[in-house]
């Protein structure tokens, strides 16, 4: 995976929940010799780090302004909240967009009615259910070109 | 017709603010996503309850926020009054949204994100603490502005260094005023030449620096 932040040479990516998709992700920017801190409420969530993981890791509230600047905010290239909550990654991505100013800021939001909020913030949102709908429907219609194409 | 008001999550406070509002003349719903609290909340006079996760916007269209003069976010968690409070400006175009929260770093941030009131619990409740604890002839009743000005009681007990003198004899800093001298159930527009007596309140304007030196002043602590 090649992240489209790549160029900037000082790249340093905030990941806010070591849920599966945050280590996974920590892991692979780590990987890439990508500068790369994780953040989660426990501990014990950094288990699923890989052990070659050479990232930092922070125990911590990551809607605390405190626990931000801890994990150095100011300087991110890249604000990623994966939290289980999405009320919690609206939070955290509204922050760093409007109070640090980050470029880069990706959230996941289970439930794509609260999309909207985004959407004056320049905020990406990824949404798991509307990935895998479209996934099923490339896989139950293999001939056919999905709907985003056509409308291309 | 009547102001509607909807209380989003929290409790005990959600039932202290919806008993007040409801006798003041609002028509109020709380919306909890607690059945056991909805249930307990149900039991007050006059108060529409709905059940539900206030910060889903289906739950909040379901329980007719739409245009509602105000909403008041009190859920335990920043993050969910965040959402509450702008699905509420923003989708449902609610005039008024005031949220509850307990990070005081994020209030500027809270505000600068479209919400007309931000509460911050921890601070409040913090020096609210502090005066009653450590400062029993004092009570702050209003801070004005960035708590820079404050009108404060000041009880004048038997004994303080005050008691006797004259208001002009008194050495307060400049920068406080003695607003209103309460004696007995009487209130005196007070002058230069105002006896201060053991038992009376007096009432201060003063900036927050200069306080303390006319409380020491004043009642010698």
């Not at chain 1, 009320?87 to 470029?103: D, H």
């Not at chain 2, 007990?157 to 008194?170: E, N, R, S, T």
């Not at chain 2, 307060?172 to 001298?181: A, F, N, R, T, Y």
Request: some cysteine; aromatic content about 6%.
């Amino acid at each position: 995976m090649r992240p489209f932040w790549r160029s900037k040479a000082d790249d340093y990516t905030i990941i806010a929940g070591c849920g599966r998709l945050g280590a996974n992700l920590a892991n692979r920017l780590s990987e890439e010799g990508l500068g790369v801190i994780i953040i989660d409420l426990t501990a014990d969530a950094f288990r699923k780090l890989s052990p070659s993981y050479s990232g930092l890791t922070l125990v911590g509230d990551a809607t605390y302004i405190n626990v931000l600047c801890e994990a150095g905010i100011e300087r991110a290239s890249a604000v990623v909240t994966v939290t289980n909550y999405d009320n919690t990654n609206i939070l955290v991505a509204q922050i760093a967009k409007k109070m640090f100013g980050i470029e880069h800021v990706i959230a996941r939001l289970y439930d794509p009615e609260r999309e909207f909020v985004y959407r004056d913030f320049k905020i990406d949102t990824i949404s798991p259910a509307v990935l895998s709908m479209k996934e099923i429907d490339k896989l139950m219609h293999p001939n056919e070109p999905s709907k985003e194409e056509v409308r291309q | 017709m009547k102001s509607r008001i909807f209380i989003i999550g929290g409790f005990n406070k959600t039932k202290f603010l919806a008993h007040s509002l409801i006798k003041k003349g609002y028509s109020v719903t709380a919306i909890n996503d607690d059945n056991d609290k909805c249930i307990a909340l149900a039991e007050i006079d006059r108060l529409e309850v709905f059940h539900g996760d206030g910060s889903k916007p289906f739950v909040l269209e379901d329980a007719g926020i739409q245009g509602a003069d105000m909403a008041i976010a009190l859920s335990d968690k920043d993050a969910d009054n965040l959402v509450i409070c702008e699905l509420s400006k923003k989708r449902f175009k609610v005039k008024r949204t005031v949220a509850m929260i307990s990070d005081p770093k994020k209030i500027d941030f809270f505000y600068s994100m479209g919400i007309d009131s931000v509460v911050c619990s921890v601070t409040t409740i913090a020096s609210y603490i502090e005066q009653q604890a450590f400062m029993d002839e004092i009570t702050t009743l209003i801070p004005i502005g960035e708590n820079n000005i404050k009108v404060s009681q000041v009880h004048i007990l038997d004994g303080a260094p005050a008691v006797g003198k004259k208001l002009k004899d008194l050495n307060l800093p400049k920068e406080v005023i003695v607003g209103c001298v309460q004696r007995g159930d009487r209130s005196l527009i007070p002058r230069g030449d105002t006896r201060v007596l053991a038992g009376d309140v007096l009432v201060l304007i003063s900036s927050d620096d200069h306080e303390t030196v006319a409380v020491l002043e004043l009642t010698g602590r």
